[in-house]
């Protein structure tokens, strides 16, 4: 099972995009699903997650402009009011119940321009 990312691209500061990350094999389900980015230079860190029962986090950075949802087969990102400052690599994360834990997107690009 793999889960394959799509959206990225560029935009200017102001602007939005929609993140998707999908499931290669429909007959599993995603558990607590996520998104992380990582810029040049830095360490990958939370962006949004879905947790058990639903909880949703997000990190300071993002609140309020970013969206998280799923359908259990998709996660998405809604990502609006972009800054500079969110252009990464973003990744989404998922575990799968009885299969797998940690699995990882390949990454998909995201650039702000000023």
């Known amino acids: 099972v793999e889960l394959v990312e799509s959206g990225g691209g560029m935009v200017q500061a102001g602007g939005s995009l929609t993140l998707s990350c999908t499931v290669s094999?429909?007959?599993?389900?995603?558990?607590?699903p996520g998104w992380y980015r990582q810029a040049p230079g830095k360490q990958r860190e939370l962006v949004a997650r879905?947790?058990?029962?639903?909880a949703i986090d997000y990190s300071d950075a993002v609140k309020g402009r970013f969206t998280i949802s799923t359908d259990k087969k998709t996660v998405w990102l809604q990502m609006n009011s972009l800054k500079p400052e969110d252009t990464a690599v973003y990744y989404c994360?998922?575990?799968?119940?009885?299969w797998g834990y940690g699995y990882w997107g390949q990454g998909t690009q995201v650039t702000v321009s000023s």
């Open positions: 879905i947790n058990g029962g639903g």
């Open positions: 094999d429909r007959g599993f389900n995603m558990d607590n």
């Open positions: 994360n998922a575990d799968f119940r009885g």
